[in-house]
């Protein structure tokens, strides 16, 4: 084999690597089929939450940032996925809610509440989680707790408290709540 395509080899398999390498290191702490830690804080409007409050229904766990384009990708999907089933039975469950986590610089709050209300985010719980590293995202709920290292990540929580499910689609969440 001559240097030239052995160089070629050799740089294919080092980019395998590191793209396997990568996505064991940004996928989050959880799967599927356990129980999500639960967390108290304030809301961002002042209110006290804890996570636990929410069991009997199903709750979409939403990791994002002001900053962060992916995020703003989603948004329509999730205000549409709120708007579809904000007052909805779902079969076994007493309804549905989505808990927007976001992650962003100490002290930026007030610009945190203003992409909420411009971007029409309107469903009832907002929580703020500072960061001091972007590189590391190390807030205390998104890492400590739920091992998020790239946003958006999305787990989706049954009535029960497990873990259904980690960075489903769209469609992959409609789906689970209609029963299909």
């Known amino acids: ?4 395509i052995r160089s070629i080899v050799l740089l294919i398999i080092a980019a395998a690597l590191f793209y396997v390498g990568k996505g064991f290191f940004m996928a989050p702490k959880y799967g599927g ?3 999500a830690p639960n967390f108290s804080t304030t809301l961002m409007d002042g209110r006290d939450f ?13 990791f994002w940032g002001t900053w962060c384009g992916p995020c703003r990708v989603e948004f329509p999907h999730l205000i ?8 909805a039975k779902i079969r076994d469950a007493e309804g549905f809610e989505i808990v927007s986590v976001a992650l962003e610089r100490e002290g930026s709050e007030d610009r945190t509440k203003r992409a909420i209300d411009k971007l029409g985010l309107d469903w009832d719980y907002h929580i703020f989680d500072p960061i001091t590293n972007f590189k590391l995202l190390n807030a205390e709920i998104a890492t400590g707790l739920y091992g998020v290292r790239e946003v958006p990540t ?4 049954a009535p029960d ?4 499910g980690v960075n489903m689609s769209f469609e992959e969440i409609e ?6």
Do not use: F
């Not at 084999?1 to 030239?4: D, L, T």
């Not at 408290?161 to 259904?164: L, Q």
């Open 175 to 180: 789906k689970t709540l209609d029963g299909k």
């Open 50 to 62: 804890s996570l636990e409050d929410l069991r009997g229904k199903y709750v979409l766990l939403d």
């Open 33 to 35: 089929g356990e129980i």
């Open 154 to 157: 999305k787990y989706l929580i």
């Open 1 to 4: 084999m001559s240097k030239s």
């Open 80 to 87: 549409a996925l709120n708007k579809k089933y904000e007052n």
């Open 161 to 164: 408290g497990s873990i259904m």
